[in-house]
Nanobody, 128 residues
Framework: VHFVESGGGLVQPGGSLRLSCEAS????????IGWFRQAPGKEREAVSGIGASDGSTYYADSVKGRFTISRDNAKNRVYLQMNSLKPDDAAVYYC??????????????????????WGQGTQVTVSS
């Protein structure tokens, strides 16, 4: 039971990427799903989250207006559209399922200890 992230790569500042998170071994429709990232030497941080079925979303202040999270339960996938990428966005991006709640809207709902079924991550590099 885990996620498989994909879609990362090298992009120039101002460019876009679409990350995909596919569940293996369980159905994502019952879970709130979060995207997180970890840059070298830094702690893993929450980027965005989406509720299981209530339409709730969360975005870190640093990505508001640039990133959009969505889900396709029929495909068992969650996506993160990242636009206007900056060098500070470079990191390994992970997705995980919230095992404690089905709605996300605040930073508290994105606490790492509430999430499980982590994938191996996908690398995003932003450089000219």
């Amino acid at each position: 039971v885990h996620f498989v992230e994909s879609g990362g790569g090298l992009v120039q500042p101002g460019g876009s990427l679409r990350l995909s998170c596919e569940a293996s071994g369980f159905f994502t429709q019952y879970y709130a799903i979060g995207w997180f990232r970890q840059a070298p030497g830094k702690e893993r941080e929450a980027v965005s989250g989406i509720g299981a079925s209530d339409g709730s979303t969360y975005y870190a202040d640093s990505v508001k207006g640039r990133f959009t999270i969505s889900r396709d339960n029929a495909k068992n996938r969650v996506y993160l559209q990242m636009n206007s990428l900056k060098p500070d966005d470079a990191a390994v991006y992970y997705c995980a399922a919230n095992t404690m709640r089905t709605s996300v809207s605040t930073a508290q709902t994105m606490a790492l200890y509430e999430y499980d079924y982590w994938g191996q991550g996908t690398q995003v590099t932003v450089s000219s």
